[in-house]
Every structure is written in structure tokens, then in C-alpha cells.
């Protein structure tokens, strides 16, 4: 079979499947009222992973003190304060510090992604932090998802880098949802930052009617991927397998997929998976769509060392590599062959060593 009528029939297969699976949605969303008001129970605030979930990671790479930090967020005078966990490794004394790493991760992730990378950039010289965003790793979890908003987390980031005195000199390191809340806090403080790392995400801002009417069937391809991972989260909700994903799809190991699935013991932490997705923006009038448009209008102005590395495996943000590089024309691209969309949990040494040439 032609390979272009083939990429045709798989596409349309695909959107036939988004399609139904929105209609599911919908039928879903006519019946919660029903649901919830015979079956709702009422929910904390917030979530606390306990701590036994993470037994035995240290085994798996991720030997790092966790540190917390109390974020001044709600109204219940007297009560605790969510927290956000983050690692902040340092070179030993008897290295020079040359800098300081920002390593931020995406959907559904956490620091632990970066396991095989903090090492090396400690050894290198570099104090490296790397937070878990609230709803994600060890940091708390709010019940309801529409507690979590991309100002949210942009405050949680800003805070956290203003107390730990990141205000200078800071290479950001950014994938996925990392991305997009990273780059919307160095246009926001430019000065904070040094160097950008740029690594499989994007600059959603839901203007895509020009593309889908002049290619469509090239546009369709594209963000078929993601529409149709959205149409799943939308239907599931809290419900996402996260483990069976990290198994099944990824093809990790059954440890590894266990460590990523350790910060949710059942699906009333999942809030903040369930959600992300979903604030992608598609439609130009998208609340995130707005820093993504700044983002986009910002990057070209951006004169300081960036560099591009994109998986070439990865269906969910390819082609968004050369997106950036016409932003910057000046960045340095490398592909990272055989990577998929976590390219931190196959090729993290590789990373590593890239970002470290890339500094020198």
C-alpha cells in the first residue's frame, strides 16, 4: 500500500476514534450531576502521599535528600499549608560551583525522571534543583482539579526559586508541561536565567485555523497524538493508569512504572494528571493560550546561549524542534536518535553530557 494513503487511513481511523471517544465524554458529563449527587462524598483539601509509596527508589537511582517547602496558598488560617518537595544537590566542596541547573518535568512525572541526569551535572560542578509540581511526585495534591491552573504553578515555581535565592545565573532544563510553565517564568524574569535547555515539549497557543485549512491532513497528523491522549484523559479523569501507561506504552520496566505511579495511591491524587492535559490550549481564547502567545513573542528577543534537543521517536512533539529554532535562530539542535517523549528516562547520560558541553 501507497505509504501516504496508509498515513491517510490510520488518520482517519484515529479521528473516528477521538470522535467517539468525545461522545462518551459527553454522556459521561450528562450523567455526573447524577452520579455525584447520589454518590459524592466530601474530599480534604489537599492530598499527602505517604511516604512508604516511595520504599526502595533509592534502589532505582533516585538517591537525593527531599526537601519541602510550605507554600502560602489558601485561606485556612491555623491549618497546614500544601508543600512542594524539590532536591537541591550540590557539588561536593571541593568542586567549583559553575552554575545552577532549573530541571522541571512534565505530565504525569517528577523529579524522578531526572535520576540519571542530576549526578552527573552535580559532578560537572553544577548545584542542580529539581521540583515536583503540586499534584506530582512527593509534593501534596489537591482533590479537585480545577484547583490546579497554570498561575498556580507558575506561582508554586517563582516562589520556590525566589526563597531558594535562584534570581541569577540559572540554566533552565525544561520537557513537556515543564516547558510550558518554565518558559512562561523566564519571560516573565529573564534576568533569573542564563541558559535555556529546551527538550520535547512545545508553544501551544490554539491558533491553528490557518494550518488546518491550507494542510490539513498534515496538521490533522500532528496533534492527532495528543487529541487523542486528551479524549482519553477527558473520559477516564482520575482514573488514568498511570502505572499500565509507564508499562504498557513506554515499555519501562515494571520497577520503574511502579516509581511513577508510587505518588498516587488511588485515583483521588490523580487530580493534577487529569487536568494538565486539559489545559493545553487548542482554542485562542484558552487561558494558557495567552503566556504561550508572550512565550512565542519573547523568544526571538531571547540573545543568551539555548539549546534544542528533541527525541526523534517522540509523536506527542514532533516537529516543534524547528518551531523553536525559528524563534532562535542562534540555538544550538541536537537530535537525540531513539529517543521517545521521556527522554530523560532513556537517555539521560547522554542528556547530561550534551547540557554540559553545551555550558562549557
Known sequence: MNPKIKNMLITSLLVLLIILLNVLVILKKMLNPFYRFFFARKQPLFLRTPEDRFTGIENLGYKFKSRYLDLPLGSSAGKKQPRMHYIDESPHSNIPQKGIILCLHG???WSFLYRTMVPSLVQAGYRVVAPDFIGFG???????????????????????????????????VCQDWGGLIGLSVVKDLPDYFSEIVVMNTGIPNGNNRSKLFFQPLKTLQ???????????????????????????????????SKAYNAPFPNS?????????????????????AYHMNEVE????????PALIMFG???????????????????????????ASHF??????PELSENIITFLK
Request: glycine residues 4%; charged residues 20%.
Open 268 to 288: 483521588n491524587y490523580k487530580a493534577g494528571v487529569a487536568q494538565w492535559p486539559l489545559l493545553v490550549p487548542l482554542m485562542a481564547d484558552d487561558p494558557v
Open 107 to 109: 505530565e504525569p512525572t
Open 297 to 304: 513573542t519573547f523568544l526571538p528577543t531571547w540573545k543568551k
Open 138 to 172: 512527593k509534593s501534596d495534591k489537591y482533590s479537585d482539579k480545577t484547583n490546579y491552573t497554570h498561575e498556580m504553578h507558575l506561582f508554586c515555581l517563582k516562589h520556590l526559586m525566589d526563597t531558594l535565592n535562584l534570581k541569577s545565573g540559572v540554566t533552565l
Open 343 to 348: 527522554l530523560q528516562e532513556t537517555h539521560g
Open 222 to 256: 500532528t496533534f492527532v497524538p495528543f487529541l487523542l491522549w486528551r479524549s482519553c484523559v477527558q473520559l477516564l479523569e482520575n482514573n488514568i493508569p498511570v502505572e499500565m501507561m509507564m508499562s504498557r506504552i513506554m515499555k519501562y520496566p515494571a520497577s520503574i
Open 312 to 338: 526523534d521517536g517522540d509523536p506527542i512533539t514532533r516537529g516543534q524542534d524547528k518551531v523553536f529554532l525559528k524563534l532562535i535562530p542562534h540555538a544550538k539542535h541536537v537530535t537525540i536518535k531513539g
